[in-house]
């Protein structure tokens, strides 16, 4: 796996160092396509041609995005005569031309193994499809037989009798019974599972397979390389989407259940109906289905697909939620992991605990690229700001995110009247957004930060160990799926005392991975510390208060603490062991294993066990209200650092990293800086989502000083009198105007500026009697982003959602300031409803709101857009 990524990864440059005497040079790496943001490129109807593709693949690379993943879905009404059917020739033809238009751009390419979601197709027969457990009772009288139903030959997978006193008897699927005494005939029936392609394109069509056969699996994947029809290494990944598979069976299930859970699952069917009183039994027995679905999900799909798409020399990326597995596997088991963020985040709030478990898996088996499908339903269409956007890159990267795929772009022909061609559950990244024209600063935000994010080592603190026998003994259907869509809400995590033991080491400064059963027995100590398979070390296990633990994870912690290194109980030692069988024996063996720690040591309140250990968290940064992660690059320790409050944050803070010197790395605008500095405490004042890199080294840093906001200095209006010029968007252009007062542009001129979408320039002029070149510029309230140009100097775009600039060239007397404002769409769309343009003309789910319903804009109030201020000036 590991040999398959570096083949592909481009040799990542480190921070350069440039030693001048007692001084170091610090600046950025060198960029490569990983580290620049990529995207989903969704092909409406394979309906694509050459130039367009050379144009769309010319603009995306021009605006700093680094590749692509196409993803055949469903067409557009009335484009049917473009339609390609999917895995055609042509289609093979096209997919060749586009990875050599991106390979000459310096862009990747990404696919996923079929059509829109889920693997399947038209060559995929009913029989290779899913299948689903149902399980049917008969009540019998003493002396009535029971006779297997012909009409049900071949469904029935087991089948038992239970008598009035529980007494169960297995029973032959295909026979005769005749009852000893009362009771009741259960019978298990694989149904066939309805699960076809989700959202296909045209050839796309067909039965999804089943997941839990890895010969259905090996079979699918070879037939899809074969009709693809490509050579091998062109394609960097395939691509798996979140697991939107129903089914919880397979015709051999039975047969596995057997063979890795030590008994027959015919035992115990009426233990699996709604109503068996025994709730202990119940949770035993559905965790020993729930574990036979996981392992089968992993060992028959998705590393049968890794290792698929290593044997064509391409990757496998793949998002492991929504499986009713242990997705902390899964996602170990690609060779990129992949999670995602999915609708609103609200500003102030901070969840991303879900989204670490696939940057866990990664950082404890030493994969370098975790990605993240990006922006999901970020917000209603067209409303989505840049504010918004950089909100959710600071979440993804705090939680452990380098390498963000935007969800999305879709292609959409130069012919297509605007919006274009479109996708129903997406942030606009295309070329017919207005804030297009802007996003390239949000992608060199994301390019500067993922070039060290991804060549740096995680430095976290601590291992979590993941109950996940306490999930797959939790009530609920057999199909236990993980989906991460509710995020730190989703129930299979805030449901259990993982999530507040999350929450209480996150507050107490401490970074962490979470670790599967299957990752902890892999690793071992070193001076002190626990090492995982991947070389990642830690300063401790932290095991949350726990119901179920395997007598293999118990015997490997008290294996550990005995080498030397250090586990720790949160509040109380584990209950018990999960499943059935041998169960007497099994929680002997543990509590054999437990009375081999040192209860005062090992068990209690975790935060006292760790202060009392020596192990320190960065209590300095998350009170005074910063998040972080920690990394090493070369010698040096690394902290990426972010305010994600709505307030300025200005605070002294001592860092866990002793160095002689700090520098300020600013990914939003490149700068290098050094920080105010009283011995090892360091000034960091950061604006609400601000975020900086600080380079902690034992050699002097050469750059200048950092410049920090004075609140204590009088502010100066940037003028009176504005001339307010409309320079690019639509539907039509307003006549210019002037004010003396800002307000939204929607409020001033006539009825064409309450629709238009795009840019406008704000110019005024102002007198300066002081002589200092140098001031902090602020723009005030902004809709919805901002590009500033000072007597002349272009000062970059302000992407909010504060809007802040230093400026340094100042003149005494007049001078002239332009404020470039771009805004959301919104009104646009608005407009075209309230006109009934018909611009929603997509097959399938067609296009809806953010609720899944049909999407009118029609009622919207209208958006406030322009510049708002109040501007002024303050010195330093």
């Given at each position: 796996?590991?040999?398959?990524?570096?083949?592909?990864?481009?040799?990542?440059?480190?921070?350069?160092?440039?030693?001048?005497?007692?001084?170091?040079?610090?600046?950025?790496?060198?960029?490569?396509?990983?580290?620049?943001?990529?995207?989903?490129?969704?092909?409406?109807?394979?309906?694509?041609?050459?130039?367009?593709?050379?144009?769309?693949?010319?603009?995306?690379?021009?605006?700093?995005?680094?590749?692509?993943?196409?993803?055949?879905?469903?067409?557009?009404?009335?484009?049917?005569?473009?339609?390609?059917?999917?895995?055609?020739?042509?289609?093979?033809?096209?997919?060749?031309?586009?990875?050599?238009?991106?390979?000459?751009?310096?862009?990747?390419?990404?696919?996923?193994?079929?059509?829109?979601?889920?693997?399947?197709?038209?060559?995929?027969?009913?029989?290779?499809?899913?299948?689903?457990?149902?399980?049917?009772?008969?009540?019998?009288?003493?002396?009535?037989?029971?006779?297997?139903?012909?009409?049900?030959?071949?469904?029935?997978?087991?089948?038992?009798?239970?008598?009035?006193?529980?007494?169960?008897?297995?029973?032959?699927?295909?026979?005769?019974?005749?009852?000893?005494?009362?009771?009741?005939?259960?019978?298990?029936?694989?149904?066939?599972?309805?699960?076809?392609?989700?959202?296909?394109?045209?050839?796309?069509?067909?039965?999804?397979?089943?997941?839990?056969?890895?010969?259905?699996?090996?079979?699918?994947?070879?037939?899809?390389?074969?009709?693809?029809?490509?050579?091998?290494?062109?394609?960097?990944?395939?691509?798996?989407?979140?697991?939107?598979?129903?089914?919880?069976?397979?015709?051999?299930?039975?047969?596995?259940?057997?063979?890795?859970?030590?008994?027959?699952?015919?035992?115990?069917?009426?233990?699996?109906?709604?109503?068996?009183?025994?709730?202990?039994?119940?949770?035993?027995?559905?965790?020993?289905?729930?574990?036979?679905?996981?392992?089968?999900?992993?060992?028959?799909?998705?590393?049968?697909?890794?290792?698929?798409?290593?044997?064509?020399?391409?990757?496998?990326?793949?998002?492991?939620?929504?499986?009713?597995?242990?997705?902390?596997?899964?996602?170990?088991?690609?060779?990129?992991?992949?999670?995602?963020?999915?609708?609103?985040?609200?500003?102030?709030?901070?969840?991303?605990?879900?989204?670490?478990?696939?940057?866990?898996?990664?950082?404890?088996?030493?994969?370098?690229?975790?990605?993240?499908?990006?922006?999901?339903?970020?917000?209603?269409?067209?409303?989505?700001?840049?504010?918004?956007?950089?909100?959710?890159?600071?979440?993804?990267?705090?939680?452990?995110?380098?390498?963000?795929?935007?969800?999305?772009?879709?292609?959409?022909?130069?012919?297509?009247?605007?919006?274009?061609?479109?996708?129903?559950?997406?942030?606009?990244?295309?070329?017919?957004?207005?804030?297009?024209?802007?996003?390239?600063?949000?992608?060199?935000?994301?390019?500067?930060?993922?070039?060290?994010?991804?060549?740096?080592?995680?430095?976290?603190?601590?291992?979590?160990?993941?109950?996940?026998?306490?999930?797959?003994?939790?009530?609920?259907?057999?199909?236990?799926?993980?989906?991460?869509?509710?995020?730190?809400?989703?129930?299979?995590?805030?449901?259990?005392?993982?999530?507040?033991?999350?929450?209480?080491?996150?507050?107490?400064?401490?970074?962490?991975?979470?670790?599967?059963?299957?990752?902890?027995?892999?690793?071992?100590?070193?001076?002190?510390?626990?090492?995982?398979?991947?070389?990642?070390?830690?300063?401790?296990?932290?095991?949350?208060?726990?119901?179920?633990?395997?007598?293999?994870?118990?015997?490997?912690?008290?294996?550990?603490?005995?080498?030397?290194?250090?586990?720790?109980?949160?509040?109380?030692?584990?209950?018990?062991?999960?499943?059935?069988?041998?169960?007497?024996?099994?929680?002997?063996?543990?509590?054999?294993?437990?009375?081999?720690?040192?209860?005062?040591?090992?068990?209690?309140?975790?935060?006292?066990?760790?202060?009392?250990?020596?192990?320190?968290?960065?209590?300095?940064l998350t009170e005074n209200g910063f998040h972080y992660r920690k990394m090493k690059l070369g010698h040096d320790d690394l902290y990426w650092i972010v305010n994600t409050t709505t307030d300025q944050k200005d605070a002294w803070v001592s860092l866990n990293a002793y160095a002689q010197s700090y520098a300020f790395m600013n990914p939003m605008n490149g700068e290098i800086t050094l920080p105010g500095q009283k011995g090892d405490s360091v000034r960091i004042q950061l604006e609400s989502e601000q975020a900086l890199f600080i380079s902690c080294s034992n050699n002097k840093a050469k750059a200048p000083d950092y410049r920090y906001e004075n609140s204590d200095q009088m502010p100066l209006e940037a003028g009176s009198l504005w001339k307010v010029e409309f320079i690019e968007g639509g539907p039509v252009f307003p006549g210019n105007l002037q004010t003396d007062e800002l307000l939204s542009w929607t409020k001033m001129g006539d009825m064409e500026t309450r629709r238009f979408a795009g840019t406008v320039r704000y110019t005024t002029q102002f007198n300066r009697y002081q002589t200092e070149k140098e001031a902090l510029l602020d723009l005030g309230l902004v809709k919805d982003c901002a590009r500033v140009i000072l007597n002349g100097k272009d000062f970059g775009t302000l992407l909010g959602p504060v809007y802040k600039v230093k400026v340094d060239n100042l003149m005494p007397g007049k001078n002239t300031l332009q404020v470039e404002v771009t805004n959301v769409a919104a009104n646009r769309i608005r407009d075209l409803d309230c006109r009934e343009i018909i611009w929603r003309k997509f097959h399938d789910i067609n296009f809806v709101d953010i609720h899944y319903q049909p999407f009118d804009?029609?009622?919207?109030?209208?958006?406030?857009?322009?510049?708002?201020?109040?501007?002024?000036?303050?010195?330093?």
């Amino acid at each position: 796996m590991q040999t398959s990524l570096s083949r592909f990864l481009q040799p990542l440059v480190f921070v350069c160092l440039f030693i001048s005497g007692s001084a170091q040079q610090i600046s950025w790496p060198t960029p490569n396509r990983e580290s620049k943001p990529w995207t989903r490129w969704w092909w409406m109807g394979n309906a694509v041609d050459q130039e367009n593709i050379t144009r769309e693949l010319q603009e995306m690379a021009h605006a700093g995005i680094g590749g692509v993943e196409i993803t055949p879905i469903y067409g557009v009404k009335g484009e049917e005569h473009r339609f390609i059917e999917f895995l055609s020739p042509e289609f093979s033809d096209l997919i060749r031309y586009t990875v050599n238009q991106a390979h000459g751009l310096g862009m990747g390419v990404d696919l996923p193994p079929g059509s829109g979601w889920r693997c399947g197709g038209p060559f995929v027969p009913e029989k290779k499809g899913l299948w689903s457990l149902e399980i049917q009772r008969t009540e019998l009288r003493e002396g009535e037989k029971w006779q297997a139903p012909n009409k049900l030959s071949g469904q029935i997978a087991a089948a038992s009798f239970v008598n009035s006193n529980g007494e169960t008897t297995v029973l032959n699927a295909a026979g005769q019974f005749t009852a000893p005494q009362n009771g009741t005939v259960y019978m298990a029936l694989r149904q066939k599972n309805k699960d076809k392609v989700k959202r296909p394109s045209q050839g796309g069509e067909g039965w999804a397979i089943d997941t839990f056969d890895q010969t259905i699996s090996n079979w699918y994947f070879n037939e899809f390389w074969k009709k693809l029809g490509i050579d091998e290494g062109l394609l960097r990944c395939f691509f798996h989407d979140s697991f939107e598979y129903t089914g919880d069976f397979t015709p051999y299930f039975t047969k596995e259940f057997r063979k890795r859970r030590g008994y027959d699952l015919a035992q115990y069917l009426h233990v699996l109906t709604d109503d068996y009183p025994d709730k202990e039994l119940v949770a035993r027995v559905k965790s020993d289905y729930r574990q036979t679905l996981s392992d089968l999900v992993l060992e028959s799909f998705i590393q049968p697909m890794t290792d698929w798409a290593n044997s064509h020399e391409s990757m496998n990326r793949n998002q492991a939620h929504g499986s009713p597995g242990n997705i902390l596997d899964l996602y170990a088991a690609c060779d990129i992991p992949e999670t995602e963020i999915f609708k609103t985040i609200e500003p102030g709030t901070v969840r991303i605990f879900v989204n670490k478990f696939a940057s866990s898996a990664a950082h404890v088996t030493g994969q370098k690229l975790v990605s993240a499908e990006s922006f999901t339903w970020l917000n209603e269409h067209w409303t989505v700001s840049t504010s918004d956007m950089v909100r959710a890159t600071n979440r993804l990267f705090l939680a452990g995110v380098n390498h963000l795929f935007f969800h999305g772009t879709c292609y959409s022909p130069a012919d297509a009247p605007w919006p274009g061609w479109l996708f129903y559950a997406s942030t606009q990244v295309n070329n017919r957004n207005p804030l297009w024209r802007e996003l390239p600063a949000l992608f060199q935000y994301i390019e500067r930060s993922q070039s060290l994010l991804q060549q740096a080592s995680p430095q976290n603190d601590l291992l979590v160990y993941w109950p996940y026998f306490d999930v797959t003994a939790s009530e609920g259907r057999l199909f236990n799926n993980l989906n991460i869509d509710k995020g730190d809400q989703a129930s299979w995590f805030s449901d259990f005392p993982l999530a507040r033991l999350s929450e209480k080491l996150t507050r107490a400064g401490y970074s962490f991975d979470y670790i599967s059963d299957k990752q902890l027995l892999n690793c071992g100590i070193q001076d002190g510390e626990i090492v995982t398979e991947g070389k990642a070390r830690y300063k401790a296990v932290v095991v949350p208060k726990t119901a179920y633990m395997p007598v293999e994870t118990m015997q490997q912690l008290v294996q550990l603490v005995a080498s030397g290194g250090k586990v720790f109980f949160d509040e109380s030692l584990p209950k018990s062991v999960p499943g059935l069988a041998n169960l007497h024996e099994r929680e002997q063996q543990l509590r054999k294993l437990q009375s081999a720690l040192s209860p005062e040591k090992t068990s209690g309140e975790v935060l006292q066990l760790l202060t009392e250990s020596g192990i320190r968290g960065e209590v300095s940064l998350t009170e005074n209200g910063f998040h972080y992660r920690k990394m090493k690059l070369g010698h040096d320790d690394l902290y990426w650092i972010v305010n994600t409050t709505t307030d300025q944050k200005d605070a002294w803070v001592s860092l866990n990293a002793y160095a002689q010197s700090y520098a300020f790395m600013n990914p939003m605008n490149g700068e290098i800086t050094l920080p105010g500095q009283k011995g090892d405490s360091v000034r960091i004042q950061l604006e609400s989502e601000q975020a900086l890199f600080i380079s902690c080294s034992n050699n002097k840093a050469k750059a200048p000083d950092y410049r920090y906001e004075n609140s204590d200095q009088m502010p100066l209006e940037a003028g009176s009198l504005w001339k307010v010029e409309f320079i690019e968007g639509g539907p039509v252009f307003p006549g210019n105007l002037q004010t003396d007062e800002l307000l939204s542009w929607t409020k001033m001129g006539d009825m064409e500026t309450r629709r238009f979408a795009g840019t406008v320039r704000y110019t005024t002029q102002f007198n300066r009697y002081q002589t200092e070149k140098e001031a902090l510029l602020d723009l005030g309230l902004v809709k919805d982003c901002a590009r500033v140009i000072l007597n002349g100097k272009d000062f970059g775009t302000l992407l909010g959602p504060v809007y802040k600039v230093k400026v340094d060239n100042l003149m005494p007397g007049k001078n002239t300031l332009q404020v470039e404002v771009t805004n959301v769409a919104a009104n646009r769309i608005r407009d075209l409803d309230c006109r009934e343009i018909i611009w929603r003309k997509f097959h399938d789910i067609n296009f809806v709101d953010i609720h899944y319903q049909p999407f009118d804009a029609s009622n919207w109030k209208i958006k406030d857009a322009g510049l708002l201020g109040p501007v002024i000036l303050r010195a330093f």
